[in-house]
């Protein structure tokens, strides 16, 4: 993403691009990771079936061909959702203290580390949605036991 920026920068010029330097960092997170989901599924496929790194990245391409929009709102949705949950919690924690424990060494620690904390309770949706690809089994099974 870094090279990304690198390259953007200079081929549009820096003060141009500063103002809007936040906005693009995110739109530079989700197209990165959008590609990458398309590798996903591989960790699943090592873990379950123990295959070479190679095969498993062939495979997860195959399987996640046809899901790219469920994978871009995946990490549109685990990328807004960490942000939403850190703001949260750093900006709530402040109406749940008194305002003379923000002034202490120790309290942006503490914030950060919760909303780093509730950030990732965000995240698992998307390896959720990842190892469903990688066991296409599950996903043509019935939704309940009885009804097969």
Do not use: C
Request: no cysteine.
């Amino acid at each position: 993403m870094l090279f990304v920026s690198l390259a953007t920068g200079r081929i549009v010029g820096w003060r141009r691009l500063a103002p809007y330097n936040n906005a693009i960092s995110v739109v530079e997170v989700v197209v990165v990771a959008s590609v990458v989901t398309w590798l996903g599924a591989s960790i699943p496929l090592i873990l379950k079936n123990q295959v070479r790194v190679w095969t498993a990245l062939k495979e997860s391409v195959k399987l996640t061909s046809g899901y790219e929009g469920a994978l871009f709102l995946l990490v549109v949705e685990s990328l807004l959702g960490g942000l939403v949950a850190w703001y949260l919690v750093v900006h709530g924690l402040r109406w749940l203290f008194p305002e003379q424990l923000t002034y202490t060494w120790w309290y942006g620690y503490v914030v950060n580390m919760v909303g780093v904390l509730a950030s990732a309770a965000v995240d698992p949706p998307l390896f959720i949605g990842f190892s469903l690809l990688a066991d296409p089994e599950r996903l043509r099974a019935p939704s309940s036991p009885g009804l097969a």
